[in-house]
């Protein structure tokens, strides 16, 4: 069974950071691309970052570009999001996904960005 399971978000203050964590299991981690979705209410669901298998390449959403940056562990089948410099806008619900199962998220996990 595809799991994906996000952890790592909470509240944080204007400039400050968080590591996102997503562990999964049930497919063949190492031959997929990883995303990181984000979504607030009344929106629609946006690609934040996208890995591909092996670290090859990766891609940002502009306005994370140089703030953000998405990784992966095949060891340990785990992807991850370093956001640094995070700012109000970027208060959502963040959700890992994988293309190889487009179809299945995460529960995901809540960021808030508040003073």
């Known amino acids: 069974q595809v799991q994906l399971v996000e952890s790592g978000g909470g509240l944080v203050q204007p400039g400050g950071s968080l590591t996102l964590s997503c562990a999964t299991s049930?497919?063949?981690?190492?031959?997929?691309?990883m995303d990181w979705y984000r979504q607030t209410p009344g929106k629609e669901r946006e690609l934040v970052a996208t890995?591909?298998?092996?670290?090859?390449?990766?891609n940002y959403l502009d306005s994370v570009k140089g703030r953000f940056t998405i990784s992966r562990d095949n060891t340990k089948n785990t992807a991850y999001l370093q956001m640094n410099g995070l700012k109000p806008e970027d208060t959502a619900v963040y959700y890992c996904?994988?293309?190889?199962?487009?179809?299945?998220y995460g529960q995901g996990t809540q960021v808030t960005v508040s003073s």
């Open positions: 049930g497919f063949t981690f190492s031959g997929c691309t």
């Open positions: 890995i591909t298998t092996f670290s090859i390449g990766t």
């Open positions: 996904h994988t293309v190889c199962f487009p179809f299945r």
